[in-house]
């Protein structure tokens, strides 16, 4: 839906039309991965695309009310970064990879998204310090800082400084959420160069007691939820 327009204003669009549109298209790439379209509009496969549709047009619902605000250029979707760098104490290589759900520019400001379905709060993205990152429970502020700090170490022309990045909660009708921290100096959620800077210390600081620690890595019990 939103390819066509990367590089241009975010368009005004019929939310009914598009929700359709994409609707169909979730359902023909499930087809093509072995899915028959009659096994997809009954029972409880029905329910979850019902429940698809109604967060589909209320995300198109927001966007479009957004576009007509006007001051944002769509820049691109669904983005593979990928960042290949040595770390500077212990030499060794790294690689990151991801994927970008939505880049854009709103009002002047270089803005990063990720689209969630799942439990989002402003606690989430509300940092208190970079230890904090590591903790366990502010994944979320990991997960947009880290795209961030991708995007800037790219092979990409980076916009001026500053950026925000946040998320979009999908089944909420005020889905933004933008990345904050009262003690990191950007408690307006305005991401600095100075700021991408020392959270790369951070990460290969972390990085490197990983790695010289001799505890085994241990995938965490999954929820139940």
């Not at 040595?86 to 060794?92: E, N, R, Y």
């Not at 940092?127 to 590591?134: A, F, I, K, Q, R």
């Not at 001799?214 to 939820?225: C, G, H, I, L």
Request: hydrophobic share 35%; glycine share 8%.
């Amino acid at each position: 839906l939103y390819t066509p327009y990367k590089g241009k204003s975010l368009p005004l669009f019929d939310v009914d039309a598009w929700t359709e549109e994409g609707l169909e298209a979730g359902i023909k790439s499930l087809e093509e991965s072995g899915y028959s379209r009659s096994s997809l509009e009954q029972g409880r496969n029905l329910l979850t695309l019902e429940i698809c549709r109604t967060m589909f047009r209320q995300f198109l619902t927001y966007d479009l009310l957004r576009a007509k605000k006007g001051g944002i250029i769509l820049h691109n979707v669904e983005e593979n970064l990928e960042v290949k760098t040595t770390h500077p104490a212990l030499g060794i290589p790294l690689n990151f990879r991801g994927k970008v759900d939505r880049i854009e520019t709103v009002q002047g400001t270089f803005t990063i998204w990720d689209y969630k379905t799942g439990s989002l709060t402003d606690a989430d993205l509300a940092l208190s310090s970079w230890p904090s990152l590591w903790s366990g429970s502010k994944g979320k502020s990991l997960q947009v800082l880290l795209y961030a700090w991708m995007y800037y170490r790219s092979e990409h022309q980076n916009p001026p400084f500053p950026w925000r990045a946040g998320m979009y909660k999908l089944q909420s009708s005020d889905p933004e959420i933008i990345l904050k921290s009262n003690k990191l100096n950007f408690k307006d959620g305005l991401i600095t160069e100075q700021i991408l800077l020392e959270f790369e210390a951070e990460l290969m600081g972390q990085l490197a007691d990983i790695l010289a620690s001799d505890e085994p890595f241990m995938e965490p019990a999954k929820a139940n939820y």
